[in-house]
């Protein structure tokens, strides 16, 4: 049986992640619109999204480990291997409400708190 990894960038490269979701993707994206904010995950990334969360580190634009965290955020390798991410998975960013998103293939999803730039600064 297949399972669904999402590939979620955290803050424009700061963290990136592999996602491993216990739900099909059409559960995934009825629980992304439903998300009422990102806020949540802001400084310890998606590890408590539901299902399986690892860290990776990339070594090219598609070739990545997968790595724990050190002192001072300093990542290790887990392994040797040098895994390669498909040029179709789905991909998720998360930062803040105003800038994040979900991506399958040319769909875009936004979840239920997102706000649009304008918004967020005009919420503050």
């Known amino acids: ?3 669904l990894v999402i590939y979620v960038q955290e803050e424009y490269g700061y963290r990136d992640w592999l996602w491993v979701p ?6 995934v994206k ?3 619109k439903k998300l009422p904010s990102v ?3 802001f400084f310890d990334g998606p590890i408590s ?3 399986e969360v ?16 050190g002192m001072d955020r300093v990542v290790y390798p887990m392994h040797d291997d040098i895994l ?3 040029d179709d998975c789905v991909r ?12 399958i293939g040319e769909e875009v999803l936004h979840h239920a708190g997102y706000l649009s730039f304008r918004e967020a600064i005009d919420k503050e």
Do not use: C
């Not at 998720?92 to 991506?103: P, Y």
């Open 1 to 3: 049986m297949d399972k």
């Open 22 to 27: 216990n739900m099909t993707l059409e559960e």
């Open 30 to 32: 009825d629980w992304w």
């Open 39 to 41: 806020e949540p995950y």
């Open 49 to 51: 999204f539901p299902g």
């Open 54 to 69: 690892h860290q990776i580190a990339f070594y090219s634009d598609k070739e990545f480990r997968f790595v724990v965290n």
């Open 84 to 86: 390669t991410l498909p």
């Open 92 to 103: 998720m960013h998360i930062h803040e409400d105003f800038d994040s998103w979900l991506t």
